[in-house]
């Protein structure tokens, strides 16, 4: 009998976790997490959706300042300091969102640190989809209708934020290969390629 698959997708602006996820919890049959990620959390703290998605590893915000401050900051093992309370709350509810659907229906997450959030859930398949910086700026700019320059400081806000999520919360760097069991360039390889992949490995993981 096959389990609900699990799946965590790390993946940084211009990686195309955006298209890669979908297709992916589409065709193994379970929610794709993303963007009803905030909008859960707000409705669970009672807080406006755009405070949530100011707290939001995902959104454009300022979380990648408020938290690569706070990290660089912290002790490596200690209190949070001050102006970090609000922030491990909303992390909290966002832990609790991501494990309440990977232990019910099964679910494809796209950041938010999941692949550490889910490390010991039973069949789950951590991915990361990357690729040098040049080459995810001119895929990003395939994909949308800004110009280069703008997508390229769009790449390097995107960039410090997971980077800072990871290291202020879980101290772990998101691109470190020993998190994950598949690591695909998917700016070499073809979306479409990267999550047939994906999916492949996701249904040989759920039927052990």
């Known amino acids: ?52 998605e100011a707290h939001d590893e995902r959104t454009e915000s300022r979380i990648g300042r408020v938290l690569a401050a706070l990290a660089a900051s912290a002790p490596l093992h200690g209190h949070i300091p001050e102006g970090g309370v609000r922030d491990t709350a909303f992390r909290e509810q966002t832990e609790r969102v991501i494990v309440a659907a990977a232990q019910t229906t099964g679910c494809v997450v796209l950041g938010r640190a999941a692949v550490i959030v889910l490390r010991n859930h039973p069949g789950a398949l951590h991915t990361c989809l990357t690729g040098s910086l040049d080459r995810r700026v001119q895929q990003a700019v395939t994909f949308t209708t800004d110009d280069e320059a703008t997508v390229r400081k769009l790449l390097a806000d995107t960039d410090r934020n997971r980077q800072a999520y990871f290291k202020h919360f879980y101290r772990s760097d998101p691109d470190d290969p020993r998190l994950y069991h598949l690591m695909i360039d998917a700016t070499v390889v073809d979306l479409d390629t990267c999550a047939d992949l994906i999916i492949t490995a996701a249904r040989n993981l759920a039927t052990r």
Do not use: H, K
């Open 1 to 52: 009998m096959m389990a609900n698959p699990v799946v965590t997708i790390s993946a940084p602006y211009g990686a195309g976790g955006g298209i890669v996820g979908p297709e992916v919890a589409e065709q193994l049959g379970v929610p794709f997490l993303d963007r009803v990620i905030p909008t859960e959390v707000a409705r669970t703290l009672a807080v406006p959706l755009d405070e949530a």
